[in-house]
């Protein structure tokens, strides 16, 4: 099936650091990447959309100029958290999909741990 | 898409069928029922879809009334390694790979040895 992985699966930075996360499809195209973030105890939420060479599509209350997404090829995503602070300490979970056979599921990471000091 | 109620938490002993139901009581005629499940401190899991047939795979079976108002997954075997957060979420139809995925708050399943 389907693999999505995402590096590092842990870090810790201190206060003011900026963080970048990277989602990677191994064996297919990810024409759409998905990034979500969850907090302890609560669901995930969706940060942002991205499409393949294009601008990412933000959720309402996302600061675009805190979590910087990068989707310059079909087989990569990054997140970059800029200056990060304790807030920003969540669970960071990718997930990708691709154009082409109708409903086809999205594929997820298993995460990054992010614990900002 | 369609909002979705599920029970908060499960418990199920090992060996038995797991039945998880869903209320998607407002869900559209072009809305499919997806359900993923995430085990503590991993990324999601795709289990299985359906729009209105029963559907079935190597992990588990999808019963959607006729109405289509609520649907229930079913796992036949359950093992400890079920345990986990059981999502149903339900989204439109696309062949365009870019619609959101909206999270609820699932249910908690835990299998009792």
């Known amino acids: 099936g389907a693999v999505v992985s995402q590096h590092p699966s842990w870090v810790i930075c201190k206060s003011g650091t900026s963080v970048k996360i990277e989602c990677r499809s191994l064996?297919?195209?990810?024409?759409?990447m998905f990034w979500y973030r969850q907090f302890p105890k609560q669901s995930l939420m969706l940060m942002a959309t991205?499409?393949?060479?294009?601008?990412?599509?933000?959720e309402q209350g996302v600061e675009k100029d805190k979590f910087l997404i990068n989707h310059a090829s079909l087989t990569l995503s990054t997140l970059t958290v800029t200056s990060a602070h304790p807030e920003d300490s969540s669970f960071y979970i990718c997930?990708?999909?691709?154009?082409?056979?109708?409903?086809?599921?999205?594929?997820f990471g298993d995460g990054t741990r992010l614990s900002i000091l | 898409d369609a909002k979705t109620t599920q029970p908060p938490s499960m418990d199920c002993a090992e060996g038995r069928a797991a039945n998880l139901p869903c209320n998607h009581s407002?869900?559209?005629?072009?809305?499919?029922v997806y359900w993923y499940r995430q085990i503590h401190s991993q990324g999601p899991q795709y289990i299985i879809h359906?729009?209105?047939n029963n559907e079935t795979n190597e992990m588990a079976s999808l019963i959607i009334t006729e109405d289509r108002k609520s649907s229930t997954l079913i796992l036949p075997h359950a093992t400890l390694r079920d345990t986990a957060v059981y999502y149903c979420?339900?989204?439109?139809?696309?062949?365009?790979?870019?619609?959101?995925?909206?999270f609820g708050t699932g249910t908690r399943l835990t299998i009792i040895p």
């Open positions: 359906g729009l209105k």
């Open positions: 979420i339900v989204r439109v139809a696309s062949n365009f790979g870019n619609e959101k995925l909206t």
């Open positions: 064996d297919f195209q990810a024409t759409t």
């Open positions: 407002t869900i559209s005629g072009n809305e499919y």
């Open positions: 991205s499409n393949e060479g294009s601008k990412a599509t933000y």
């Open positions: 997930s990708a999909s691709w154009q082409g056979a109708i409903n086809q599921p999205q594929h």
